[in-house]
């Protein structure tokens, strides 16, 4: 295991390596925005799933004003609601173009179209919430717009639904790291104990794990997800649970060769000789000195996990909507690359590429820091 000095060197060595420095950064950001999404996305509705369909397919730093009116039926949102499930929506939110007061009514355009707008009315004393104390109508005027209109950019545009392509962006965060997160659990679960088993003991156990290893890896992972989500069904927690269960033969593999190799060493037969169990020398004295190729292949595994949960969500037996996930928002606006607003299609990919790209330079930077020259 290492002790402070060897902690001290991986530090200083990883630290050299700008590449996997910056990845690093990069992941504990998308991480931050994953668990705190809801409080930083402007649409913090649940799934970011707020349809504006007038400002549908909009260009990115579009900006209207909303006019907001309250639903009959309003729910309590308190902070952890919010942070798991997103702030419910109490207000209908309607686009318009201009506005100005005449006594006690509130005359506005409502926009419905670039260059098509209908001129609508409403009170502005009944959706006024108005305090106690003798108030001027100007005065009422000021609450109304400070309660009723806002005004927001969308800075990536709007989708066919006229949802913040922003907002989904980063609450779709919080999905690609949790099927990465999940599938490395599953994965390395499943891959230390059946490689531990397998190259400690040898002989007749390791060839049934061998051949059972072959035999799931002769078999084409897209195709294994596919028939594993088929049995789980679609949805959030079976696609976590398919790619786990499909990413687990590498690190089986790995874990086997490297306990093969150190179960060789001087150590271990002085464990055997002072009647250690085996379990024990597994768990507390091999286990622990081959974490460094374990979580080179940890990294990697985090980068497949995500780009394969965003194939299936694109070929739509992944994350259903109107959960957004990043390979379901390109299946819902890939046709408009080749229109004037690719951007609908090009920022998910992008947030797939470079966080995907930040797993692997921090794998190789980990690689690298660790000194792990068997993989």
Do not use: C
């Not at 200083?12 to 998308?30: D, E, H, M, W, Y």
């Not at 419905?112 to 108030?135: A, L, N, Y």
């Not at 179960?263 to 002072?274: P, R, S, T, W």
């Not at 690359?337 to 797993?359: E, R």
């Amino acid at each position: 295991m290492m002790n402070s000095n060897t902690n001290h060197f991986f530090r200083k060595r990883f630290l050299k390596n700008k590449g996997a420095t910056v990845s690093l950064v990069l992941i504990v950001i998308a991480l931050f925005l994953g668990i705190f999404g809801y409080f930083i996305a402007p649409d913090n509705s649940p799934y970011a799933n707020r349809m504006i369909p007038e400002i549908g397919s909009k260009q990115p730093g579009f900006s209207t004003l909303l006019l907001k009116e309250k639903k009959q039926t309003t729910a309590n949102n308190n902070f952890f609601s919010v942070l798991l499930n997103g702030k419910t929506d109490n207000y209908i939110y309607t686009p318009i173009i201009n506005y100005h007061f005449n006594n006690d009514s509130l005359i506005y355009e409502k926009y419905i179209d670039d260059g098509v707008s209908e001129k609508k009315s409403t009170s502005i004393i009944d959706k006024t919430i108005i305090p106690k104390g003798d108030i001027t109508i100007e005065g009422i005027e000021k609450l109304f717009i400070e309660q009723n209109i806002t005004k927001q950019t969308f800075y990536l545009g709007t989708d066919k639904f006229g949802r913040d392509i922003l907002s989904r962006l980063i609450i779709g965060t919080r999905v690609s790291l949790s099927v990465g997160l999940i599938a490395v659990i599953i994965s390395l679960t499943i891959g230390i104990f059946l490689g531990a088993v397998a190259g400690y003991f040898k002989g007749k156990i390791d060839d049934l794990i061998m051949w059972f290893i072959n035999v799931v890896w002769s078999i084409p992972a897209l195709l294994l997800v596919f028939a594993i989500t088929l049995v789980l069904g679609k949805g959030f927690w079976q696609v976590f649970i398919a790619v786990g269960l499909t990413m687990w033969v590498n690190v089986a593999r790995l874990v086997r060769g490297q306990v093969m190799a150190t179960k060789e060493l001087e150590y271990i037969e002085a464990a055997k000789v002072l009647g250690f169990s085996h379990s024990r020398i597994i768990v507390k004295h091999i286990l622990p000195n081959i974490l460094g190729p374990i979580m080179v292949l940890a990294a990697a595994n985090f980068a497949g996990a995500i780009v394969i949960e965003a194939g299936l969500s694109f070929l739509g037996v992944g994350v259903q909507p109107p959960q957004p996930s990043w390979g379901l928002m390109i299946k819902e606006n890939y046709n408009f690359i080749i229109t004037n607003n690719p951007m609908l299609a090009l920022a998910p990919g992008m947030a797939i590429m470079l966080l995907v790209l930040a797993f692997n330079m921090l794998g190789n930077g980990l690689r690298d820091a660790l000194n792990v020259k068997s993989m």
